[in-house]
């Protein structure tokens, strides 16, 4: 059949089709309103009862009533008879209960459900819901379906008389009830929308039919060029515009044998010019594979290098153990530790006793070893927590986390002694060393500094008081 119609007039019948698929979108458009609009109904049934039910509460009567056993209570039974037989006078409530808020904690006070999940009186309920919270201060009702133990519902609530923010009336009605309402409107709109859509599918069909046909032929004949067989011609009247597009394909049809030869000779200067490409990005490719090799490693031993010096500026260099820069920032470090969690901590400032006589007396290359030599045993003898450092000289600070300055001056006793039982080999004879050593605990009163400074008199008071000794600063 042959529809001698400008293509004009055939988009006009297309977009009369449009338009019919737009009447569908509007009908869809009050498909929703109509669904929003029982909606809204339904959450203000919910508000309006709760705000109805809570003036017939007194929440000054139910102040009472904290736990299960206070289901005795003539105020308990009252209400909980009075909001069953409201339950019951409505077919659409599944619960009605009361709810207490103190603080962040919301509990049940009343519960009309009748089952053996009952919430009984000061049971705490965990699900955060939005408009539960705000039904503490006013009116309010979920904006959707909400999902908890006891199901799936739809609520409103309302603060009750005098309760001052903190009680409130809610009123469920299940979900299965909810989605029953809004299955009939959904179905007469799916009704509608189908229809429409059936009638533009019909009308579509009709005219893609005239359409189709010269264009199916137009793509045979593209199809039969594309596979190398060119000056493919069609003989077909449609009476209309398209009839000046089968001429122009026709025209091209003619013009692409030509065009084929010159794209062959095309092809052939192309396909020397990339193997020439080729040549030369495998050269290049090859030269960016060895440099990118030696960036890497370039970059490896820096990260090396990087690391060493940081390590380097946290230790002393003769003992090996932490500088005092690097024992300032544990010390910091365990500072807000305190602050945060409020578990303290101990220092012991360490000195070993007569050293001076050790340098005059042997050289400084042997006081130096011996500098060692009690590091290492130092090391030895402490916590795998513990931090110990050179402090500057002779001197070794050791920090001792979570401990208090009874167990810092247990410790520092234990270093004593395990010092003054050994002997140290120092060039041809054997040599016996002893520390004194000065404790302190932090406390809220102390600051880095003054914690320091109360070890470090401490420490004056043990050597004063004839060395070989610990004292505690009070």
């Known amino acids: 059949m042959k529809i001698r119609l400008p293509i004009a007039r055939k988009l006009f019948f297309s977009h009369f089709l449009a338009v019919i698929l737009v009447s569908g979108s509007i009908g869809t458009y009050f498909y929703i309103n109509a669904i929003d609009s029982l909606k809204n109904n339904l959450q203000a049934r919910l508000q309006n009862s709760a705000a109805l039910i809570s003036e017939l509460v007194d929440a000054r009567e139910l102040a009472g009533i904290q736990s299960e056993k206070d289901q005795n209570l003539p105020a308990y039974q009252h209400y909980l008879k009075l909001l069953r037989e409201l339950r019951n006078t409505n077919p659409d409530v599944a619960y009605l209960y009361i709810m207490r808020k103190e603080g962040d904690r919301v509990e049940f006070v009343l519960d009309t459900d009748e089952t053996a999940v009952q919430a009984m009186p000061g049971r705490e309920y965990t699900s955060v819901v939005p408009a539960l919270l705000l039904g503490f201060s006013g009116p309010s009702v979920d904006d959707q379906i909400f999902v908890d133990e006891w199901g799936s519902f739809m609520s409103g609530y309302a603060p009750l008389k005098n309760s001052q923010g903190m009680y409130l009336v809610g009123m469920d009605m299940r979900a299965d009830e909810v989605q029953q309402k809004l299955r009939r409107v959904r179905i007469s709109g799916i009704i509608s929308l189908v229809f429409s859509i059936m009638l533009a599918l019909a009308f579509s069909r009709f005219l893609s039919i005239h359409f189709t046909t010269p264009i199916k032929l137009l793509i045979s004949r593209c ?252």
């Open 223 to 474: 199809s039969a060029i594309a596979e190398g067989r060119p000056n493919q011609h069609i003989a077909l009247e449609t009476g209309d515009e398209l009839d000046n597009l089968i001429a122009a394909f026709n025209r091209m049809s003619s013009q692409l044998e030509e065009s084929r030869v010159r794209h062959e000779q095309s092809q052939e200067a192309l396909k020397q010019a990339k193997e020439e490409l080729e040549l030369r990005v495998e050269e290049r490719t090859r030269d960016l594979l060895e440099l990118t090799g030696k960036l890497k490693f370039e970059i490896i031993e820096r990260q090396k290098v990087e690391e060493a010096l940081a390590q380097a500026a946290m230790l002393d260099p003769l003992t090996n153990l932490l500088n005092r820069r690097a024992m300032n920032l544990h010390l910091r470090h365990e500072l807000e530790r305190f602050k945060r969690t409020g578990s303290t901590f101990s220092m012991l400032l360490c000195d070993i006793d007569h050293f001076k006589c050790i340098n005059d007396e042997l050289g400084h290359a042997v006081g130096d070893q011996v500098l060692i030599t009690v590091s290492n045993m130092l090391q030895s003898a402490i916590r795998g927590q513990d931090f110990l450092s050179r402090w500057g000289g002779e001197e070794f600070l050791l920090l001792l986390p979570d401990t208090d300055l009874e167990g810092g001056a247990e410790a520092a006793e234990k270093l004593r002694r395990t010092l003054a039982a050994e002997t140290i080999p120092v060039a041809d004879r054997q040599i016996r060393l002893t520390i004194s050593i000065g404790v302190c605990s932090y406390h809220n009163e102390h600051t880095l500094d003054s914690l320091i400074s109360a070890a470090d008199k401490a420490l004056y008071l043990a050597k004063h008081q004839g060395r070989n000794r610990v004292v505690a600063c009070g």
